[in-house]
DNA sequence: CCCTAATAGTTGTAGATGCAACCGGATGTG
DNA sequence: CACATCCGGTTGCATCTACAACTATTAGGG
């Protein structure tokens, strides 16, 4: 559960002028990263980022089968977002659609042979960017301290 | 110019453990805030981050004017989306479209009196989410950590 | 100058997202 | 067990975004 942003105190921000410079940084950075990605990803002719992390998702649970919603709670996307986006992957026939025998509501999703090997299609560029446009950029203490800064946030 | 990604070779990539993860924290992080800010805008029935986004870029400017095309560097918006938010900005009366002296084919866009309220508005309420989910749970240390990290992504 | 190529911006159309309303099936309380 | 409530999921509709094609203007050679 996500804190309630929606009731905080609105009093005039007095911010320090670093914290605005770094957090317009953050931003700025990681949606280009991400956007570099898409865009590999895209000019390999491969589905969105999008696909990847449902797809890994449902791969690295047991099974590899997972709720609908337990996808949702792991990717931050909608229930209604991932419901149509299920539908696109299996009208690609990468993942399966199956009723759930101990909630008659849900469903379980279940990733396809298809599916696994879209993702293994899909690592190999993905991972390329990160290699060449994060790792390779950074010293291992600076992704350690990175990571430490980043857990204060969660 | 961004880095032309889509000619990477695609070897398998060897990333680190450590580096998957830091990876997935920022990227979960980042979107979690960008979110928090969100609803806390829509909760105030205020418009979206885009709006801020560009509205501010304008107020920075000289004149509080600038041409399509430099807001769209600013905001990595692409051009096509950002003609048509300048669209409904100007619908808002928050900014206004004027021809542009020196170049017949742009135009300039110019932020208006009920622009700047606006982003007066919004900035409460965006920065009490910054003070709040960013700021505070950070030490100033960490901040300048962070910056010089991001940095050398850039 | 002229012709080509590049640039700034718009737009038609298709696809994706957000919102609210909805449909069961599950859960809790009296 | 009856009822109201909650929860997982879907869907209609409006809005927004992506892509490609287009107009109009500027810039660069020969």
């Known amino acids: 559960?996500?804190?309630d942003v929606t009731r905080l105190v609105f009093m005039k921000p007095r911010l320090r002028e670093q914290t605005v410079t770094t957090w317009a940084r953050l931003v700025r950075t990681e949606t280009t990263l991400i956007d570099q990605v898409q865009r590999a990803l895209k000019a390999a002719k491969l589905p969105?980022?999008?696909?990847?992390?449902?797809?890994?998702?449902?791969?690295?649970?047991?099974?590899?089968?997972?709720?609908?919603?337990?996808?949702?709670?792991?990717?931050?996307?909608?229930?209604y977002n991932l419901s149509r986006l299920v539908d696109r992957l299996q009208r690609e026939a990468l993942v399966e659609r199956h009723a759930c025998a101990e909630d008659?509501?849900?469903?379980?999703?279940?990733?396809?042979?298809?599916?696994?090997?879209?993702?293994?299609?899909?690592?190999?560029?993905?991972?390329?960017?990160?290699?060449?446009?994060?790792?390779?950029?950074?010293?291992?203490?600076?992704?350690?301290?990175?990571?430490?800064?980043?857990?204060?946030?969660?």
Do not use: C, H
């Open 48 to 79: 969105p980022l999008g696909w990847y992390d449902v797809l890994l998702e449902l791969r690295r649970a047991p099974g590899g089968e997972l709720r609908q919603y337990e996808i949702g709670a792991q990717t931050l996307l909608t229930k």
């Open 104 to 154: 008659g509501r849900g469903n379980l999703v279940r990733i396809t042979t298809a599916g696994t090997e879209l993702l293994q299609r899909m690592w190999p560029v993905y991972g390329a960017v990160l290699e060449q446009q994060f790792e390779s950029r950074l010293s291992a203490d600076d992704i350690l301290a990175l990571e430490n800064i980043l857990k204060k946030l969660g």
């Open 1 to 3: 559960m996500q804190p």
